[in-house]
């Protein structure tokens, strides 16, 4: 399925507020003014004919486009925290997920084949994969400002959020729209 990559804003970011605060922050659209615009570079390197890219540019009710294989030394320049968007998987399904497979799962070079990719247990060899079998991603962001105010609002803090006043927002507008909502005491946890 497509979705949203989590949002920062002024003062509310992944380095200080859980990644569902900051999405639900963005989907509610209360935060706009605090947004810190970001556009992406996405590009790939894939020699599979089948994988590409999908994504909603006129959002999730309408109709999406798709960036069509191969994907090969293309990219795209998106704003991934305000457009749903999906990368494809490539190569053959049972490759996708090998068994054994494990969340700490090492994905390292063959030091005896430099073209060839292992994907490790410890020191048991779990699969095996030729370079060419393989999709390099390049993601890169950059902060995008209108103007100089706007980036000075951003570096000198002064009108920042904090989570306890975005949960305030996010609770008074429901309570604007006649919806009552019993915050807990500890509301990140």
Known sequence: PGHLDAPSFRGVRHE?????????????????????????VITWFCLDENSGFTYWPDGPLKPPARLLPPTNNRGVVVQNEMMVHRGEANGPLEQQVPAGLQFDTVFAGDPAD????????????????????????????????????????????????????AIGMMVDDLKGKGITLDVPGEPLH
């Open 16 to 40: 200080n507020a859980p990644t569902w605060l900051t999405s639900v922050m963005g989907k509610s659209g209360l935060f706009r003014d605090y947004l810190i615009k970001t556009a992406q």
């Open 114 to 165: 430099r073209e060839q990719w292992l994907l490790k247990n410890g020191e048991d060899v779990i699969a095996r994969h030729h370079t060419d079998e393989l999709r390099f991603l390049v993601h890169w962001s950059a902060e995008v400002f209108t103007d100089y105010e706007e980036l000075k609002k951003n570096m000198d803090g002064a009108d920042d959020l904090t989570t306890e006043r």
